[in-house]
């Protein structure tokens, strides 16, 4: 297949990679990153669950650790853009993910986007340990460290981390760009605060521009908006998400990810999809 460089004017096509099966060599997974970049995606996701309370699949996906996966994927690629789809940040000790996302962001030459969102999983969030009621405040928290720490650090005083002397490195060039996901109010709220990117999830084309407007009324900074679909496989739902990326890119969409379902056929769907959008 000849090289996809630009699927539709103004709208980048992203891959969300399947991350959901343990039976699934890593060597698969890195594998599909690579053939997406030679297809000229824009971006690919990974999933994320630490410790969920039923086997991975459908509802559950993050198999292989993505963070340390796309470490992998950055010395396997050049040019795409990595990033988390999305991240349960409140799980994770911030100062450690910011190391991660700063070296990430090296290893990769700055084609490393944390994709970052509250979870939903109260089980799981009791299995690891982690407090469900104030995820969102430890989110909201866990950005402004990050921010700090990429700004210069210095002294930093949280409601649930806080140090005093410290040194940061390496530093990234610039902060490491956010993606945060979520159609909710109080994620359109953390993506105008904190976000360069905002990712919805299923929205239709309707729900996509009510929930970016909603975004555009809550902040003047520019942030990039975009939605997850799904095409499994079948002939009818293969048109259907043809046709729901173009209104999405109608509706003015900066990207659209697609998740092409388990692992076995997904790069054969990649292609077609792909294809069909040239």
Request: net charge negative; glycine share 12%.
């Amino acid at each position: 297949m000849s090289e996809l460089t630009e699927p539709i004017t103004g709208t980048r096509l992203q891959v969300v990679l399947p991350d959901e099966s343990a039976e699934m060599s890593p060597r698969t997974l890195v594998g599909l990153g690579v053939r997406a970049e030679e297809l000229g995606v824009d971006a690919v996701w990974l999933p994320d669950h630490l410790l969920p309370p039923a086997p991975y699949g459908p509802t559950f996906g993050g198999v292989y650790e993505p963070l340390v996966t796309l470490a992998h994927l950055a010395a396997r690629t050049s040019r795409i853009r990595l990033g988390t789809s999305v991240l349960v940040a409140p799980m994770r000790d911030p100062l450690l993910l910011a190391k991660q996302a700063a070296t990430l962001d090296a290893l990769s030459e700055g084609r490393f986007v944390l994709g970052v969102g509250v979870g939903w999983s109260r089980e799981e969030f009791a299995a690891v340990g982690a407090d469900f009621a104030t995820r969102g405040a430890r989110l909201d928290e866990a950005l402004r460290l990050l921010r700090h720490l990429s700004e210069g650090g210095g002294p930093f005083e949280g409601r649930f981390h806080s140090y005093g002397d410290g040194v940061f490195e390496p530093r990234p060039a610039r902060p490491v760009p956010v993606m945060v996901g979520g159609a909710s109010d109080p994620a359109l709220r953390r993506a105008a605060a904190w976000g360069d990117e905002w990712q919805g999830v299923g929205l239709t084309a309707e729900g996509f521009v009510a929930a970016r407007n909603r975004l555009r009324r809550l902040t003047d900074r520019p942030v990039r908006t975009g939605t997850r679909i799904s095409w499994p496989g079948g002939e009818e739902e293969f048109g259907r998400a043809v046709e729901q990326f173009r209104e999405l890119t109608a509706a003015g969409a900066d990207a659209v990810a697609v998740w092409f379902g388990p692992a076995e056929g997904f790069g054969g769907r990649m292609e077609r999809f792909a294809e069909a959008l040239r």
